[in-house]
C-alpha cells in the first residue's frame, strides 16, 4: 500500500495540479449570436494594475460582429480580477466580488454580484456549488466546480468552472459573459437583449490551447462562413405553430431559446414547429440551414 501511495503521489507531481488563475498573455474566444447578427468574443490578459491593494489583471474585451455588410468590432473595455489561494475575484462596481472558489464543497454559496442598475428582483445575485471535480486538459489536473445561480436576481451565473480559466459554457444555454456572471430572466423583470455564448478555446503562456470545438481559435476573417437568409417567421404572436418561410426551402433544424437562454426545442424541421406546449412569453427562433451553417437571421416571436 505505501509503494502504491508514493506511486499516485509522483504520478501527481509529474502531471502537476492545474493554476488556480490565468498566465501572461491570456485568451478566450467565444462563438456568440443574437436577433440578426452573430460573431465572437475575445478577452485578453494585457497586463497587472493594482486596484485596492490587489495585485489584479487587466483583460480587455472585443466583441467582432458579422453581417452582410462586413466585419466590425468594438472594443467593451478592461475586466480586473485578483487570486488568492483558491478563489479568483472580479472587479463590478468598485468592489471586488467573489467569482470561483475552487476549493469549495457542494453546497458552498456566495454572492458574485449586486444588482445597482436594474432594481429588479433580487438585488444580489448568490450561486451555489452543486458539483465538484477534475478534469486532465493537457496532461494536468484542473479542478472544478458546478454552478447554479440560486436567487431570482438579474445576474447569474451557471455552469462548469475549471481551474485555471473560468467557466466553459459548451452550449448557449448558460447565459454568462464568458466566463464572468451574465443576465438571467427574472419576474418582473426587465427582458434584456444579451448576446448567447458558446466556449471556443483558451490559451496563455503557459497553457497549450484547450480547443475542444476543434475550431480555429482566431475570430472569423470574412463573412464567407456565415448564410445569410432573410427568414420569414409568421405568425407573430402565435398560439399553436410557427411558420417559417425560407426563400431557397433550406431549412434543416430550428431551434426555439427562452430569454434565459435556454434551449426549448430543437426539431428538424422544414416549415413549421410545434409551440402548443411552451408557456406564454417572447422567445427566439434559431435556424440552422442544410448545410449546418447558422443563418443570420434571428427572430422574436409572442407566444399567446
Known sequence: MKTLMTLICCVLLTNGFGQVWIDSHA??????FNVAETGTWRWEYTHDTIIQSHLSQVINATKYRY????????????TYTYHSND??????????FLLYDFGANIGDTW????????????????????????????????RTIR???????????????????????TTYENSNFGFLPGYQYCEEGPIIDYDLLTFRCYED????TFNPTNMDCDTLTSTSELVIEKFNVYPNPAKSK?????????????EIIDM?????????????VDISKLKNGIYIVRIITDDKIEALTMKRFIKQ
Open 111 to 142: 454572492i458574485i454580484a449586486i444588482d445597482t442598475i436594474f432594481n429588479a428582483c433580487q438585488d444580489t445575485a448568490i450561486v451555489q456549488v452543486v458539483d465538484t471535480g477534475n478534469l486532465i486538459i493537457n496532461g494536468n489536473f484542473y
Open 205 to 208: 503562456s503557459s497553457f497549450p
Open 242 to 254: 410557427l411558420y417559417i418561410k425560407s426563400p431557397k426551402n433550406s431549412v434543416s433544424n430550428v
Open 260 to 272: 434565459n437562454g435556454r434551449l426549448i426545442v430543437s426539431q428538424q424541421c422544414k416549415n413549421n
Open 67 to 78: 453581417g452582410g455588410s462586413g466585419t466590425s468590432s468594438i472594443n467593451y473595455g478592461n
Open 87 to 96: 478563489s479568483v475575484f472580479y472587479l463590478k462596481d468598485n468592489k471586488f
Open 147 to 169: 454552478l447554479e445561480t440560486i436567487s431570482e436576481s438579474i445576474y447569474a451565473l451557471n455552469g462548469l468552472c475549471v481551474e485555471k480559466f473560468g467557466i466553459v459554457p
Open 27 to 32: 485568451k478566450w474566444t467565444f462563438d456568440y
